[in-house]
């Protein structure tokens, strides 16, 4: 079955560590997304990218970085800039940016040890 | 700067009773408004809605979009307990950025 693979569930990160949470989509969709999910915050927006080796800033994107080397791939990785990581991220895609609607992974949900 | 606002933040409702949850925007060249529901994990989507005056409906939840007055209402008739999550209303520009996601509206339904 097509869909969005996340990989881990869960993440410890010790301070001061930097941690890479995967995304993985096998849709064939253009653009992918990540968002960090708070307690009654809703969804906020990290970065997201229409095209491979091109990606855009969200609206809270300082402490994190990312690449898209691969179509189907689009790793987030918390650097230890970030210093209130503990949230659940979620990753998405759509078949391109301007096209609804977007498909979900399961999640990852970072503490902070 | 795009904004969406829903109403209430949270609900607890007795199962059979029926529920609206509201979504009001504001955003820059209005394309469409979305609705998701998330459990525990990943958000699934529920509607698309472009058009004002239209009623989408999947079994006993409703959804309508008023352009003009610039909100939608998401309605849940006959609760049930696996109703319960949190909805999530998004909208989209008509560039091509990303949803814009309100807070969400956690809906608790008891037996």
């Known amino acids: 079955d097509g869909g969005i693979t996340q990989s881990p569930k869960y993440l410890f990160r010790k301070e001061g560590q930097n941690v890479t949470l995967s995304c993985e989509q096998n849709?064939?969709?253009?653009?992918m997304y990540w968002y960090r999910q708070d307690p009654g915050q809703g969804l906020r927006l990290i970065y997201y990218s229409q095209i491979v080796n091109d990606f855009q800033k969200g609206d809270i994107a300082e402490g994190y970085s990312v690449s898209r080397e691969k179509k189907e791939s689009f790793p987030l990785t918390v650097t230890s800039a970030q210093k209130n990581p503990t949230a659940f991220y979620l990753c998405a895609s759509s078949i391109w940016a301007g096209v609804q609607p977007q498909h979900f992974g399961d999640g990852t949900r970072l503490s902070i040890l | 700067e795009d904004k969406v606002v829903q109403s209430p933040l949270s609900l607890v409702v007795h199962e059979g009773d029926t529920v609206t949850l509201n979504c009001s925007y504001e955003v820059t060249n209005f394309r469409s408004l979305l609705w998701y529901k998330q459990e525990k994990k990943a958000p699934t989507f529920l509607f698309m809605l472009t058009s004002s005056g239209i009623e989408k409906k999947s079994g006993r939840l409703s959804s309508i979009l008023d352009k003009k007055e610039l909100f939608s209402i998401l309605n849940i008739t006959a609760t049930q307990t696996g109703d319960s999550a949190v909805y999530l209303c998004?909208?989209?520009?008509?560039?091509?950025?990303?949803?814009?996601f309100g807070k969400g509206t956690r809906l608790s339904v008891i037996a």
């Open positions: 849709l064939n969709h253009d653009a």
């Open positions: 998004a909208v989209l520009n008509s560039g091509n950025t990303p949803l814009v």
